[in-house]
């Protein structure tokens, strides 16, 4: 089952090829009076929620996350707050569903904050197998143990051919040495199994020379793990992150009221473009083959007509026109988010068909 699972998600991959933001969410979404219901899609550890509970009086917020540690969290801030707050386990795929098991009618929500990626508690958490820093078993599941047929990690390095796993990496983790990192990880399996974090990042340190383990830098040109990209790729992959973040992006819009508001961090350019296409009407029906492929060159004229030809009828209104980097000071408390983007957007009332 599990060889299986892997296989299927490994046949959309292409071959080729805390709180941040605190100043701009308060004045993008918190501060918006007329928000009565907001829906927080990334629970997390709570922090979000928390202060949009504190700066929105008379406010309800439904609280979705997949993680059952951090429904766990939202009950009890459910206990501190009742009547003001609803968690909610599940992915966001399975958002439309259960919102209308609560009889919650779509166009009804006023506000939607969505913080993709992992949460600093998984990161924090050594047995959750998502720190690079802090060994622990190879799992990355944001789902726990919820789904015990679906595959971890180890199942990913240990299961996978070398082009497969040279394909996720060069597709999610966007790792310019996917090939070389792959026939180290294949290697290594043959002598014994992968099943820790620092396991896996020996390996993939393993696999260059020590002047370039040291030698890699962030965008911020700050020194960077040389298996990052690999533990983010894997990451994604295992989470079927993107196809998920999409669908949680259609259950937004689907939920919202018109006028209501969506604000959206990511973390990573794979996140960030998903959602930048989305909310500008880019027709997203074939995720794979139209995220990870280049546009098509040509005249500007040409480039226009494609575009207008492939987009429906624009849902949003962006707040912003360009994406919103978090301030100094915010990134001096909170490091994890010096690479996080925000877009915020308004809904529009529009009659035409699903994107």
């Not at 805390?18 to 927080?40: A, E, G, H, N, P």
């Not at 060159?297 to 494609?306: H, N, Q, S």
Request: charged share 25%.
């Amino acid at each position: 089952m599990v060889l299986q699972t892997i296989q299927k998600r490994c046949l959309r991959v292409p071959v080729k090829g805390l709180l941040i933001y605190l100043s701009c969410l308060k004045r993008y979404f918190i501060t918006w009076t007329s928000t009565q219901v907001v829906l927080d899609m990334t629970f997390g550890g709570g922090g979000h929620t928390k202060a949009i509970l504190q700066q929105v009086s008379e406010v309800t917020v439904l609280t979705l996350d997949r993680d059952p540690t951090a429904i766990s969290l939202a009950q009890q801030l459910a206990n501190a707050h009742p009547g003001r707050v609803t968690p909610l386990l599940g992915r966001f795929s399975e958002l439309e569903v259960l919102l209308a098991n609560m009889n919650i009618k779509p166009g009804s929500i006023d506000a939607v904050l969505l913080d993709a990626g992992c949460s600093s508690m998984q990161m924090d958490r050594a047995e959750r197998g998502f720190s690079l820093s802090k060994d622990g078993p190879l799992d990355m599941r944001m789902d726990g143990e919820r789904y015990p047929d679906m595959p971890c990690a180890a199942d990913v390095v240990n299961t996978l051919d070398q082009q497969a796993l040279a394909s996720i990496l060069t597709a999610y983790g966007e790792e310019k040495h996917a090939r070389k990192i792959a026939s180290a990880i294949v290697e290594a399996r043959r002598v014994s199994p992968i099943t820790r974090t620092q396991q896996l990042a020996g390996v993939v340190a393993g696999a260059f020379p020590a002047a370039v383990v040291y030698k890699r830098k962030d965008r911020l040109n700050r020194s960077a793990n040389i298996a990052t990209k690999t533990f983010q790729a894997l990451r994604i992959f295992v989470n079927d992150e993107l196809n998920e973040l999409h669908a949680g992006l259609r259950a937004a819009q689907a939920a919202l009221r018109p006028g209501g508001r969506l604000c959206v961090i990511t973390f990573h350019s794979l996140e960030d473009r998903l959602v930048k296409r989305f909310l500008r009407g880019d027709d997203l029906s074939n995720l794979e083959y139209n995220h990870f492929n280049p546009r098509k060159k040509g005249t500007l004229k040409e480039k226009l007509a494609d575009e207008e030809q492939d987009r429906s009828i624009v849902y949003w209104v962006p707040l912003r026109r360009k994406v919103i980097f978090p301030e100094k000071d915010d990134v001096k408390k909170n490091p994890r988010g010096r690479s996080a983007k925000l877009r915020a957007a308004l809904r529009q009332d529009c009659h035409s068909r699903n994107i």
